[in-house]
Nanobody, 127 residues
Framework: VQLQASGGGLVQAGDSLRLSCAAS????????MGWFRQAPGKEREFVAI????????DYGDSVKGRFTASRDNAKNTVSLQMNSLKPEDTAVYYC?????????????????????WGQGTQVTVSS
């Protein structure tokens, strides 16, 4: 599976962005799709996950209520709608595919539990 993230850019605080992740090589319809981000000097941080059916989602505490993950299995794509952006949202955003489901034990928070990764797209939020 190859993943290609896009949609990043430079925006002002309070603006919105929509990231997309296009999969190729194999259908990701049976994979949960995650979004992570990594700021300079920091560890990769869990942002969101959407289950293979789209019926289950989970979000990192810092983005809850502002970010929404969605997917279109027919098009083999996933999206991350980011609203009310803050300067602290500045990071490289990555999409990932994994054979896992959102669970209470936080298994899906860990980057090592995902099988495939995209190359990342830069999001910069100015104050």
């Amino acid at each position: 599976v190859q993943l290609q993230a896009s949609g990043g850019g430079l925006v002002q605080a309070g603006d919105s962005l929509r990231l997309s992740c296009a999969a190729s090589g194999r259908s990701v319809s049976l994979y949960s799709m995650g979004w992570f981000r990594q700021a300079p000097g920091k560890e990769r941080e869990f942002v969101a996950i959407i289950s293979w059916s789209g019926g289950r989602t989970d979000y990192g505490d810092s983005v809850k209520g502002r970010f929404t993950a969605s997917r279109d299995n027919a098009k083999n794509t996933v999206s991350l709608q980011m609203n009310s952006l803050k300067p602290e949202d500045t990071a490289v955003y990555y999409c990932a595919a994994g054979r896992l489901v959102p669970s209470r034990d936080g298994y899906h928070y860990r980057p090592s539990n995902y099988n495939y990764w995209g190359q990342g797209t830069q999001v910069t939020v100015s104050s």
